[in-house]
């Protein structure tokens, strides 16, 4: 099945200019851009009417079914939040909560614009089926968590889930669903526990995601618990000898940047979360200069509370010329590939985020005519600075389209209010 996108606007870096150009995608993928209309038998026909076409965004860190925990227990300490509110909540999780949290979420990702998202969590396979129906992307994990020094891991049951959902899921849904292992952090894992999922992820061929150096308190108990930083800890254990995603890093060293770039660890940056949560500022700066790969997280809506990377894009944007003192310290055009080309490349998706001839057709359609985004001079800082997920006219995943004007194409919006009002209403009895 074949799509033109018909007086599309491409951002300038694609080389076309101010002129209005036919996208045509086939089956998963760009195949042609041209200035003159296509042979269009067979082919659907969108009239983009002038607007900007995007490549579209992936959220390289999130929960998705903590949707279920969006405003419960807000303007608390970290510890406190954590443990009196978050904790407790989660222990009462079931398939059928996380399913519902998990289609919630994905829509709220489509309207958004999110394409594909990485997740470590619990009930996964929930999530996982939430993925497939709704036709979106993801990297899920299964995450572990592991307190006994002394750990059989040949025993551990949430090690034994991991591997059966990266048996049954990896490569679903054409290739669209990859399944990565997790590690929670260092201060919720023994170090037994680490090296033995990191053989298991270098003998599989699989991703790495787990949160580092997310809060002072964790970088410091760490070094008082083991003599080294939380990158240190797992570098020793071997868990960056494979493609690693490392949530927050708000608190790393000068030494920890430059193993995180040795390695050629992705990180994700999280700035609402970690402002949220009241974590602190990530050294962007500092990481992007040393090479590093990073991309953009939502994190969970427990800690943000929308899962919405221009929000993300735009506090990133603002954010660190604030607490460095400089308006020009990142360009524009380097925070928009944090939430696109470097999200894809974190997830080991090579051939997504950019709209170019042969890469998937993962792409946006934005609105150039909201009164917010008039006048037009410079997209990327329309983008930044002046946009909102509200601009996003159309969403296509893999070549499908999955939101256009107001509409889902694969989630019935009003049978999933009336799920989500029967999981919410009843989650704290
Ligand atoms: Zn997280």
Same mark, same amino acid.
């Given at each position: 099945?074949?799509?033109?996108?018909?007086?599309?606007?491409?951002?300038?870096?694609?080389?076309?200019?101010?002129?209005?150009?036919?996208?045509?995608?086939?089956?998963?993928?760009?195949?042609?851009?041209?200035?003159?209309?296509?042979?269009?038998?067979?082919?659907?026909?969108?009239?983009?009417?002038?607007?900007?076409?995007?490549? &579209?965004?992936? =959220? !390289?860190?999130?929960?998705? !079914?903590?949707?279920?925990?969006?405003?419960?227990?807000?303007?608390?300490?970290?510890?406190?939040?954590? =443990? $009196?509110?978050?904790?407790?909540?989660?222990?009462?999780?079931?398939?059928?909560?996380?399913?519902?949290?998990?289609?919630? !979420?994905? /829509?709220?990702?489509?309207?958004?614009?999110?394409?594909?998202?990485?997740?470590?969590?619990? #009930?996964?396979?929930?999530? +996982?089926? +939430?993925?497939?129906?709704?036709?979106?992307?993801?990297?899920?994990?299964?995450?572990?968590?592991?307190?006994?020094?002394?750990?059989?891991?040949?025993?551990?049951?949430?090690?034994?889930?991991?591997?059966?959902?990266?048996?049954?899921?990896?490569? /679903?849904?054409?290739?669209?669903?990859?399944?990565?292992?997790?590690?929670?952090?260092?201060?919720?894992?023994?170090?037994?526990?680490?090296?033995? @999922?990191?053989?298991?992820?270098?003998?599989?061929?699989?991703?790495? *995601?787990?949160?580092?150096?997310?809060? *002072?308190?964790?970088?410091?108990?760490?070094?008082?618990?083991?003599?080294?930083?939380?990158?240190?800890?797992?570098?020793?254990?071997?868990?960056?000898?494979?493609?690693?995603?490392?949530?927050?890093?708000?608190?790393?060293?000068?030494?920890?940047?430059? @193993?995180? &770039?040795?390695?050629?660890?992705?990180?994700?940056? =999280?700035?609402?979360? =970690?402002?949220?949560?009241?974590?602190?500022?990530?050294?962007?700066?500092?990481?992007?200069?040393?090479?590093?790969?990073?991309?953009?997280?939502? $994190?969970?809506?427990?800690?943000?509370?929308?899962?919405?990377?221009?929000?993300?894009?735009?506090?990133? &944007?603002?954010?660190?010329?604030?607490? *460095?003192?400089?308006? /020009?310290?990142?360009?524009?055009?380097?925070? #928009?590939?944090? !939430?696109?080309?470097?999200?894809?490349?974190? *997830?080991?998706? %090579?051939?997504?985020?950019?709209?170019?001839?042969?890469?998937?057709?993962?792409?946006?359609?934005?609105?150039?005519?909201? @009164?917010?985004?008039?006048?037009?001079?410079?997209?990327?800082?329309?983008?930044?600075?002046?946009?909102?997920?509200?601009?996003?006219?159309?969403?296509?995943? %893999?070549?499908?389209?999955?939101?256009?004007?107001?509409?889902?194409?694969?989630?019935?919006?009003?049978?999933?209010?009336?799920?989500?009002?029967?999981?919410?209403?009843?989650?704290?009895?």
């Amino acid at each position: 099945m074949k799509t033109v996108l018909k007086n599309v606007t491409l951002l300038r870096e694609y080389g076309f200019g101010d002129q209005s150009v036919c996208v045509t995608v086939d089956g998963h993928t760009i195949e042609s851009i041209t200035r003159e209309m296509p042979d269009t038998t067979h082919a659907e026909v969108v009239d983009c009417k002038g607007n900007l076409l995007i490549p &579209a965004f992936y =959220n !390289a860190h999130s929960h998705a !079914a903590m949707t279920l925990f969006r405003g419960y227990g807000e303007d608390l300490p970290l510890q406190k939040w954590l =443990n $009196d509110r978050i904790l407790p909540a989660e222990d009462r999780l079931t398939y059928r909560s996380a399913y519902v949290a998990s289609k919630l !979420a994905i /829509a709220e990702m489509l309207r958004a614009g999110i394409v594909s998202f990485s997740d470590m969590y619990m #009930f996964m396979d929930a999530t +996982a089926e +939430a993925v497939l129906e709704t036709g979106i992307k993801a990297n899920l994990a299964r995450c572990v968590v592991s307190f006994d020094p002394d750990i059989d891991m040949t025993q551990d049951y949430r090690t034994r889930e991991a591997l059966e959902l990266a048996e049954k899921y990896h490569g /679903a849904g054409e290739g669209r669903l990859k399944i990565d292992l997790s590690l929670h952090a260092e201060y919720t894992n023994v170090p037994r526990c680490c090296s033995y @999922l990191a053989e298991l992820a270098r003998d599989r061929q699989m991703r790495m *995601q787990i949160h580092l150096s997310e809060t *002072q308190k964790e970088q410091a108990d760490c070094i008082r618990r083991h003599g080294k930083t939380p990158a240190q800890f797992f570098y020793d254990l071997g868990v960056f000898d494979v493609p690693t995603t490392a949530a927050h890093c708000v608190w790393v060293t000068d030494e920890d940047v430059d @193993l995180l &770039a040795k390695c050629k660890v992705f990180v994700a940056h =999280n700035p609402v979360s =970690n402002l949220k949560l009241g974590s602190g500022v990530m050294p962007l700066q500092k990481l992007l200069a040393k090479g590093v790969t990073v991309a953009l997280g939502t $994190d969970g809506a427990a800690s943000n509370n929308r899962l919405d990377l221009f929000r993300e894009m735009q506090t990133a &944007a603002i954010l660190h010329k604030g607490v *460095q003192n400089d308006p /020009a310290l990142i360009a524009g055009e380097e925070i #928009f590939r944090l !939430a696109t080309r470097n999200g894809a490349l974190s *997830q080991g998706r %090579d051939d997504c985020g950019e709209v170019r001839v042969g890469m998937r057709a993962d792409l946006l359609l934005i609105d150039r005519n909201s @009164l917010h985004n008039m006048p037009c001079y410079d997209e990327i800082a329309m983008l930044l600075y002046s946009a909102d997920s509200h601009d996003v006219l159309m969403t296509m995943v %893999d070549g499908r389209i999955l939101y256009q004007n107001g509409a889902y194409t694969s989630i019935d919006e009003e049978r999933l209010r009336f799920e989500c009002r029967e999981v919410f209403s009843h989650y704290f009895d």
